[in-house]
């Protein structure tokens, strides 16, 4: 079983930044992908982005692209998410994922066998 526990939310004012971390339990050997999700109130959860744990390939949403950095480091099993540029769109529970697999749906939430419990992220505008 790997656990998932992200850190770094908070309040921040619109054009501001954040860096998102999640570190993973021991045994990741097993994991291929990680990602991050949101899910806005009243809206579904939505991905963000993802990286393979082996090789760092990385991906994003048409919203983020740009603004957001998705990166890993090996060593300490962690992730880490920069947000930069951030507006009043971006305000949703941010939610750090882990999968077996590495196939090419890696934008799909049923691919992520392992969630962490999510972190706030609020953007004034």
């Known amino acids: 079983q790997v656990q998932l526990v992200e850190s770094g939310g908070g309040l921040v004012q619109a054009g501001g930044s954040l860096r998102l971390s999640c570190a993973a339990s021991?045994?990741?050997?097993?994991?291929?992908?990680m990602a991050w999700f949101r899910q806005a109130p009243g809206k579904a959860r939505e991905f963000v982005a993802a990286?393979?744990?082996?090789?760092?390939?990385?991906y994003y949403a048409d919203s983020v692209k740009g603004r957001f950095t998705i990166s890993r480091d090996y060593a300490k099993t962690t992730e880490y998410l920069q947000m930069n540029s951030l507006n009043a769109e971006d305000t949703a529970v941010y939610y750090c994922?882990?999968?077996?697999?590495?196939?090419?749906?890696?934008?799909?939430?049923?691919?992520?066998?392992?969630w962490g419990r999510g972190t706030q992220v609020t953007v004034s505008s």
């Open positions: 990286i393979r744990w082996i090789g760092g390939w990385t």
């Open positions: 021991a045994r990741t050997s097993r994991i291929s992908t």
């Open positions: 994922a882990a999968g077996k697999g590495s196939g090419p749906n890696y934008y799909y939430s049923t691919e992520y066998d392992y």
